[in-house]
């Protein structure tokens, strides 16, 4: 487990040894890495979560430990890797160099995951970013032969830069190899909708990058069984409460940019989504914070 690194007066050897990349503000786009967004790897909870994830399919293994001080990272923490692998995108696209070392200020950070940017909001980012530095990731993902295991942090350490009187300047991190190869592959990342981090619930935050990840814009989209979906969240509910938590969803229709239904296939439930029409519109609506205009028929 990786010792917690907050609020260093000075830049340990790691970072010593890294360019620092500083993000930018302004309006990019969201990118999430598929990998985070296909397996199990966050707890769906608002509650903390200590039992690990434990999961095997196939070649894929994925164990996720966390610390009983700070919990397992959820899906909202995970927002703060949406943020890096957006602004790793940005300027990979551009030319500019990148870098696991990696500078912002709260604010920067806050806005782009439509947080509110106030003292609260703050410190529920650093929260979150102790919860993802001591949370523990072991995973045969991207490693040669199924036995072979990558063990990491979502980041390694981070720490608080502070003027002279004590007042915040900035943060900086550094995020593991693993997510860091990832996000520069091109293949490896999708553009997802801002509306994604309106979502308030775990699972269908957790259901979107699913559905973004499998059914993209395929024009007949895609279907999950429900067991299986229920086995890749990794969620603590049984499988009669992930189902009826699903229902809801589907009921609701909550996924920005798709439409959920149901069916039931010789006494099994499964989940079928599609991408819906395209509107030329949606980015400025989304600014001006209006509706969509698609609906699910």
Not at 144 to 166: Q, V
């Amino acid at each position: 487990m990786p010792t917690r690194q907050t609020f260093a007066p000075k830049q340990t050897l790691a970072a010593q040894q890294l360019d620092l990349f500083t993000g930018v503000g302004g309006d990019i786009a969201a990118r999430d890495a598929q990998d985070l967004m296909a397996w199990p790897f966050f707890s769906l909870a608002k509650s903390k979560r200590v039992k690990p994830i434990d999961f095997r399919m196939g070649e894929v293994s994925i164990l996720v430990e966390a610390t009983a001080e700070h919990g397992m990272a959820t899906i909202w923490d995970a927002d703060v890797l949406i943020w890096v692998a957006s602004q790793i995108v940005e300027a990979r696209d551009a030319g500019r160099p990148t870098s696991r070392l990696i500078a912002a200020t709260p604010h920067e950070i806050l806005a782009f995951t439509r947080r509110g940017t106030g003292k609260a909001g703050y410190d529920r980012l650093k929260a979150a970013l102790d919860r993802l530095q001591s949370t523990s990731i072991a995973t045969s993902i991207r490693q040669r032969g199924a036995r072979r295991r990558h063990r990491f942090s979502w980041i390694n350490e981070w720490r608080e830069r502070l003027d002279d009187k004590g007042r915040a300047l900035g943060i900086e991190m550094i995020v593991p190899d693993w997510f860091y190869e990832g996000v520069h592959d091109r293949a490896l990342v999708l553009t997802i909708d801002p509306a994604y981090f309106q979502l308030t619930g775990g699972l269908e935050r957790w259901l979107y990058r699913i559905v973004r990840k499998h059914g993209g814009k395929q024009k007949n989209g895609w279907s999950f069984d429900i067991a299986h979906l229920h086995l890749k969240s990794g969620a603590l509910s049984p499988l009669k409460r992930f189902a009826f938590e699903m229902r809801d969803i589907v009921k609701r229709q909550p996924l920005p940019g798709y439409c959920l239904t149901l069916e039931h296939q010789l006494g099994r439930e499964r989940l079928n989504f599609v991408a819906l029409p395209v509107d030329p519109f949606d980015a400025a609506r989304r600014r001006l914070r209006l509706p969509p205009v698609g609906k699910c028929m």
